[in-house]
């Protein structure tokens, strides 16, 4: 299975799996909070597809609606249509968004719903010569649009990019005034509320205050990228309701499919929407693609949504999240040389250890220079490869600071999960491995 995967997916990858001692594993089923290999060996999922399991892994009642579905017949793409099933989908998604962001486009992932939420905005913006601004250390995607907007080397590789963007470093209100008030092309500011990517990043309340009015003052419309810390993982089903205000445009994926289905969805105000797209001529510049809001992908969105209300998946990522965080503070306090700091809200914690990049032993280096200088030192690899080995619990880094472990288990995650992460974390870190 290693040697398909290597040969006709992705070599490299396989590379650096095999240098982390996961291409070991082979996932035969998955359940809840953990996933069981092929020797039978349970695997708490603490890393939960980067945020993409706010369920669990094949929560009954997702697996029920969408085998009603099934045995029902229904139709699944009605793209000649009015299709119920993403009319629904879509009217739940404006019942849990506050705000007039009432019109929805349905897509299979997080890079789509992105693409079509700088889209609707660079319309609504009026500006022909529509510029747009982003974070250091952001990432929205990787198709080609919005590879523009996401600052890495790594993913951009050689491809031609828009050149109409400006990068500000994320948290920075100056900057960000700066560079809108000396260039009235600026029509779009793109920000992840809570990087993910660059290392479990949040900015303050007052930060999102200005930025709100920043744009109002400027007529520039503001999209919040929530594909990663929104749908509850940081304890609101928007990150941006910590902070009392709504952006133009939103988008959401990851858990929105329940962990069964691709469902990417942006959601936009209804005056920003009708600006962009409101007469008939305007329709096809923003229909779906051949598969945006199908039945089987759109009854499962649905159920997982009703799931995450009853469960209050939202509640137990608030108290969870907050649990977890202070007895990783206590770890940390035990432990000040090796652990730098614990951010983050909820279930989206990022945990960076100290920089070891000049004193690490070579033999504790997993993933040594494999991609670029980052990786030198990194601790989380080798955390994270004596974590799964050890103890047989899965987390991830974070993709441009590989010193951040990011946590982002399911939302359905409880106290004596967290437990059994912080005590084999204790337990690794005790045994004075730096
Ligand atoms: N935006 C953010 C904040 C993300 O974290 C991601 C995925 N990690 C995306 C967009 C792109 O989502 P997808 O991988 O589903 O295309």
Redesign the pocket.
């Known amino acids: 299975m290693a040697d398909l995967f290597k040969d006709h997916i992705n070599p490299g990858q396989y590379h650096f799996m095999k240098l982390l001692g996961f291409h070991k594993v082979k996932v035969e089923t998955a359940e809840g909070m953990y996933y069981t290999d092929q020797n039978g060996r349970k695997i708490l999922d603490f890393f939960g597809g980067?945020g993409s399991l706010a369920q669990g892994h094949n929560h009954p009642r997702v697996i029920a609606a969408r085998q009603r579905f099934q045995d029902e017949n229904r139709h699944e793409i009605a793209i000649a249509f009015m299709s119920q099933y993403a009319s629904a989908l879509a009217k739940n998604l404006a019942a849990c968004s506050p705000g007039d962001l009432d019109m929805v486009f349905l897509g299979s992932?997080?890079?789509e719903a992105?693409e079509a939420a700088v889209k609707v905005a660079e319309r609504a913006s009026g500006r022909k010569n529509c510029k747009i601004v982003h974070a250091e250390n952001s990432?929205?995607?990787?198709s080609k649009g919005v590879l523009s907007i996401t600052d890495s080397p790594l993913y951009q590789g050689e491809f031609k990019l828009t050149g109409n963007t400006y990068k500000v470093p994320f948290a920075d209100l100056g900057a960000l005034k700066r560079v809108i008030e000396n260039d009235s092309d600026i029509g779009v500011v793109v920000l992840?509320t809570v990087q993910?990517?660059g290392g479990i990043v949040t900015a303050p309340t007052t930060y999102w205050q200005g930025v709100r009015a920043l744009c109002d003052k400027h007529n520039v419309l503001w999209v919040a990228?929530e594909?990663?810390c929104g749908y509850g993982r940081t304890g609101k089903f928007y990150a941006f309701e910590h902070h009392g205000v709504v952006p133009d445009v939103t988008a959401l994926?990851?858990s929105l499919g329940a962990g069964k289905a691709p469902v990417?969805a942006m959601i936009a105000k209804r005056e920003v929407y009708m600006k962009a797209y409101g007469t008939p001529k305007t329709a096809m510049i923003h229909a779906q693609a051949t598969f945006g809001g199908i039945g089987e992908a759109c009854v499962t969105a649905i159920e997982g949504l009703n799931v995450l209300y009853d469960e209050d998946l939202i509640g137990n990522s608030a108290e969870t999240g907050a649990y977890l965080k202070k007895r990783l503070e206590d770890i940390q306090a035990k432990y000040p040389k090796i652990i730098k700091e614990v951010r983050g809200q909820g279930l989206m914690i990022g945990l960076e250890f100290q920089d070891f990049s000049q004193t690490l032993p070579f033999a504790l280096r997993p993933m040594v220079a494999l991609l670029d200088d980052k990786l030198k030192g990194s601790l989380s690899g080798f955390i994270g490869a004596a974590l799964l080995r050890d103890y047989g619990i899965l987390v991830a880094f974070t993709e441009y600071n590989r010193n951040v472990i990011r946590l982002e288990p399911p939302l359905i995650c409880d106290e004596s999960h967290v437990d059994t992460f912080c005590d084999a974390l204790d337990d690794l870190l005790g045994k004075g491995i730096v």
């Open positions: 980067f992932t997080g890079s992105m990432f929205h995607g990787k992840e993910g990517g990228d594909v990663q994926a990851k990417g």
